[in-house]
C-alpha cells in the first residue's frame, strides 16, 4: 500500500448475499458490483474473509477431549495438503481467486481483512472454537496463525492486494489485558511477514486509547504498518452538531492525524458513515462525505473509505434482522442505484485525476499539541484544541506528554485534569524550551499543576466549587464553568493579565518565561466548549480569541500566505516551493461562503484551482472546497 496516494475506498460484501457472499458464491453479481463502484470513483475497497468460511474446522470430541479436527461441511477429515493442514478451504479460496481476478479487471485495489470474526456486532468462528477466547486461548492462535501464513502465502502474488487487514475490528473479540492483546497482535503480524514481508499490515481497529495504561496507539503502532480510524459520528463526541458541519465533519481528519503523529507510522480512516436514516438524510450525508474527503486529502492522511459499499438492510438474517447498524448505509441501494454519496466518491475521484499537483505536498504546522497523560475525554479536548488553533490561524500536530517532543515554536497543552498530566524530566524539556524562546499554553481543568507559580507568575489562593462565569477578553465576553474556581492571591511582575473574570481577577494570563512565554488560562476552555453544540460556527462567541493571543508568536517564526476571514471555512497551506505555495480552503457548513481572497505577509493569490472568483473573495460552496495558488 503506497502510502503517499490517496484511496478513495468502501468497506464490501457482496450486494447479492453480503456477509454469505463466500458460502453464496456469484461471480457475476460480484462483477456488477465492481462495475458500479469503479465507473463511481471507487479504488479500493477493504474486503472481509469470514473466518467459518475460510477455516471451517469442527473440534470432533471423544471424552471431553477434542479427538481430532474435521472440515465443515460433512467432517470431513482435513485433507494431506497444505490447505488441509492449515484447516483452509480449498473452495473458498477459490472464489476469493476469482475475487481478485475480477477486481484487477477492473483496477480495484484491496486491502484484505483475514480473522473476520466480528461483524455489525455480531460475532462468527468456526465451531471448533465456539465458546472460546480468539485472543487468548492458544488453541485458537494456533489455527489462526496457521490460517494467515497459509492464506498469505498463497495469495501474496496476486496484484490487486495492497494490504493485509489483521480483521474487522479484532479487539472487540473479548476485553483483556493489554499486555495479552499485544501478544495477539504481534504473533499475527508476525505470521503475516513470514508469508509476505513485501506488503504493509494494516491495523483494522475502530479506535484506540491514549495513555499507557492500557493498549494504546503507541503500542499497536509497534506491532503494524498502518493505523486505522473508524470515527462514526453517532458514536462519539461530534454527534452534538449536525453530520454537515464543522465538528464531525473535521474530526475524522483529527483522528487520523492523531494516530499518525503518536504512532509515527501512517494512518487512514478505514471505515466512516452516517448510520443512515436516524442521523442523517441522503443528501446531508453526501455532503458531510465531500467535506471529510477534502479534509482529510489535505491534511496528509492517506485514504477514506465509506461504509459500506451497497445497502445490507433487505437481508434477513442476523445481524441485518435484528441490529440497525450496518444495513442501510451503502454508497449504492440494494440493485446498485447509486445513492448521492456514490455521486460525491465520483465527483472527487474526478477532481484527484485532473488536479495539476499528483500528490500535494504536506502542509506547514506552526504548534505541537501536547497529550497530556489521563487526559479527559480525549477526543474532545483534542477536536477542540486542532478546530481553535485552524480559527487561529495555526495548523498543529500532536504529540504525547511522555515522547520526546518535536521543535515548535509553540506547545499547547489543552484542559489539564490530571494530577501527573507529564513526568517531571519531560517538563523540564519542555521549560527549557521556553526558556529559550518557544511560547507554551496551558488550560487548567481541576487540578493544580506542577511549579504553577514559577510557570504562570500567578499564586493562587484557594479554591472552590465552580460556578458560571462571564470572562472579558478585548472586550467580548465569554461564559464559562469548571469544576473549581481559582482564587488569585498575588500576580508576578513577569505576568501581564489577558483576561478578567466577573470580580476583576486574572483567568488567562501571558508570563515571561527566560527568552519564552506562558501562557495560562485557569478555565479549560477546550473541554468546555466541546459539551456545547455549534461552539465552531460564525454565530458562536469567538473562542478561538483566546488562541489568537499566543498564534502571533509562531505566526511570526512561520508566516503564512493566507489567513480566512471565516470561522467555517478553514483552510491548510502546502509549500510548493520558496515562492508559491497553495491552499486549500474547506468550507466545513451548510451554506455557501464567500471569504477575501488577499494574501498576508507579501503572497498574493495568482490561480484559483478550484471553485470561483465573487468580486474581491473567493467563493466556497456549502461543504466544498476552493483551492487558490499563492505566490510571492
Same mark, same amino acid.
Given at each position: ?9 468502501a468497506?464490501?460484501?457482496?450486494s ?12 457475476d +453479481? ?11 470513483? *471507487? ?8 473466518w ?6 469442527k ?7 477434542? !479427538? ?29 481467486a ?8 477492473y483496477s ?14 455480531r ?6 472454537f465456539?465458546?472460546k ?7 485458537? %492462535? ?26 474487522n475490528?479484532?479487539?472487540? !473479540? ?11 497482535n504481534?504473533?499475527?503480524? +508476525? ?12 491495523s483494522?481497529? $475502530?479506535?484506540?486509547p491514549?495513555?499507557d ?15 486505522t ?11 452534538i ?14 483522528? +487520523? ?19 443512515g ?10 455532503a ?7 479534509s482529510s486529502? +489535505? ?17 434477513? !438474517?442476523?445481524? !441485518? ?8 448505509y ?7 442505484d ?11 475521484s ?15 504546522t ?19 484544541t ?9 495548523? %498543529?500536530?500532536?504529540?504525547h $506528554?511522555?515522547e ?34 518557544a511560547?507554551l ?13 514559577e510557570?504562570t ?16 477578553l ?6 464559562l464553568?469548571?469544576?473549581y ?30 527568552d ?9 476552555l477546550?473541554?468546555?466548549i466541546?459539551d ?12 478561538a480569541?483566546?488562541?489568537r ?26 509549500? %510548493? ?5 497553495? *491552499?486549500?480552503? %474547506?468550507n ?14 507579501g ?10 472568483r465573487d ?17 510571492l
Amino acid at each position: 500500500m503506497k502510502t503517499n496516494r490517496y484511496y478513495i475506498g468502501a468497506n464490501y460484501w457482496a450486494s447479492h448475499a453480503s456477509i454469505n457472499m463466500w458460502s453464496e458464491w456469484d461471480a457475476d +453479481a460480484v462483477e456488477r458490483d465492481f462495475i458500479a463502484l469503479s465507473s463511481h470513483g *471507487v479504488d479500493c475497497l477493504r474486503m472481509f474473509l469470514l473466518w467459518p468460511d475460510f477455516q471451517p474446522l469442527k473440534a470432533i470430541m471423544a471424552n471431553d477431549v477434542v !479427538y481430532e479436527y474435521r472440515m465443515m461441511p460433512g467432517e470431513r477429515p482435513l485433507p494431506d495438503t497444505e490447505a488441509g493442514r492449515a484447516g483452509v478451504s480449498e473452495e473458498a479460496c477459490a472464489h476469493f481467486a476469482e475475487f481478485c481476478r475480477l477486481a484487477d479487471k477492473y483496477s480495484l485495489k484491496l486491502i484484505v481483512g483475514l480473522l473476520t470474526g466480528h461483524m455489525s456486532f455480531r460475532f462468527y468462528s468456526p465451531q471448533a472454537f465456539e465458546g472460546k477466547n480468539f485472543l487468548t486461548d492458544p488453541t485458537v %492462535i494456533k489455527w489462526e496463525i496457521r490460517f494467515v501464513r497459509y492464506f498469505v502465502k498463497r495469495f501474496r502474488g496476486e496484484p490487486s492486494i495492497i494490504a493485509w487487514d489483521l480483521g474487522n475490528e479484532c479487539s472487540n !473479540y473479548s476485553k483483556i489485558p493489554p499486555d495479552q492483546f499485544y501478544v495477539w497482535n504481534t504473533c499475527i503480524t +508476525a505470521a503475516i511477514r513470514e508469508s509476505d514481508p513485501d506488503r504493509p499490515v494494516v491495523s483494522g481497529l $475502530a479506535s484506540l486509547p491514549l495513555d499507557d495504561d492500557s493498549f494504546n496507539v503507541r503500542e499497536h503502532a509497534e506491532c503494524v504498518d498502518i493505523l486505522t480510524t473508524h470515527p462514526y459520528q453517532i458514536f462519539s463526541n461530534t454527534a452534538i452538531d449536525p453530520v454537515d458541519s464543522l465538528l464531525p465533519e473535521i474530526d475524522p481528519a483529527v483522528r +487520523a492525524s492523531l494516530y499518525e503523529n503518536l504512532g509515527g507510522k501512517p494512518a487512514f480512516i478505514e471505515e466512516c458513515g452516517s448510520i443512515g436514516y436516524v442521523n442523517a438524510s441522503e443528501r446531508s450525508e453526501a455532503a458531510a462525505l465531500r467535506a471529510m474527503l477534502f479534509s482529510s486529502w +489535505a491534511h496528509g492522511n492517506h485514504g477514506f473509505f465509506w461504509w459500506c459499499a451497497f445497502d445490507q438492510g433487505q437481508f434477513d !438474517y442476523a445481524p !441485518y434482522d435484528w441490529n440497525n447498524y450496518g444495513s442501510d448505509y451503502g454508497l449504492f441501494r440494494a440493485g446498485r442505484d447509486p445513492k448521492p454519496t456514490a455521486l460525491v466518491t465520483s465527483e472527487f475521484s474526478d477532481f484527484l485525476s485532473d488536479f495539476e499537483y499528483a500528490e500535494l505536498p504536506p502542509h506547514t504546522t506552526e504548534a505541537v499539541c501536547i497529550v497530556p497523560r489521563q487526559l479527559t475525554n480525549p477526543m474532545k479536548t483534542l477536536d477542540s484544541t486542532f478546530i481553535l488553533a485552524k480559527q487561529a490561524n495555526l495548523d %498543529i500536530k500532536f504529540a504525547h $506528554a511522555e515522547e520526546p517532543l518535536p521543535d515548535a515554536p509553540l506547545y499547547i497543552m489543552p484542559s489539564v485534569y490530571s494530577s501527573k498530566p507529564i513526568s517531571l524530566h519531560r517538563l523540564n524539556d519542555l521549560l527549557c524550551r521556553v526558556r529559550s524562546g518557544a511560547s507554551l499554553y496551558i488550560s487548567l481543568g481541576d487540578t493544580l499543576f506542577r511549579r504553577i507559580t514559577e510557570l504562570t507568575g500567578l499564586t493562587i489562593e484557594s479554591r472552590e466549587r465552580g460556578r458560571a462565569e462571564r470572562i472579558e477578553l478585548d472586550g467580548e465576553y465569554f461564559t464559562l464553568q469548571s469544576g473549581y474556581r481559582y482564587n488569585i492571591e498575588s500576580v508576578a511582575d513577569t505576568c501581564t493579565p489577558l483576561a478578567h473574570g466577573e470580580d476583576g481577577r486574572p483567568v488567562y494570563t501571558v508570563n515571561r518565561y527566560g527568552d519564552g512565554k506562558i501562557y495560562f488560562s485557569l478555565y479549560p476552555l477546550e473541554a468546555i466548549i466541546a459539551d456545547r453544540p455549534s461552539s465552531f460556527t460564525d454565530s458562536a462567541p469567538d473562542y478561538a480569541g483566546f488562541y489568537r493571543k499566543f498564534a502571533a508568536d509562531a505566526l511570526s517564526v512561520s508566516p503564512r500566505a493566507y489567513q480566512s476571514d471565516c470561522r467555517e471555512v478553514l483552510m491548510t497551506e502546502h509549500i %510548493i516551493d520558496s515562492s508559491r505555495r497553495v *491552499v486549500v480552503m %474547506i468550507n466545513y457548513s451548510s451554506r455557501p461562503k464567500t471569504i477575501t481572497a488577499a494574501g498576508i505577509n507579501g503572497y498574493k493569490p495568482v490561480r484559483v484551482l478550484r471553485g470561483e472568483r465573487d468580486g474581491d473573495g473567493i467563493a466556497v460552496p456549502a461543504n466544498d472546497a476552493a483551492i487558490v495558488e499563492f505566490a510571492l
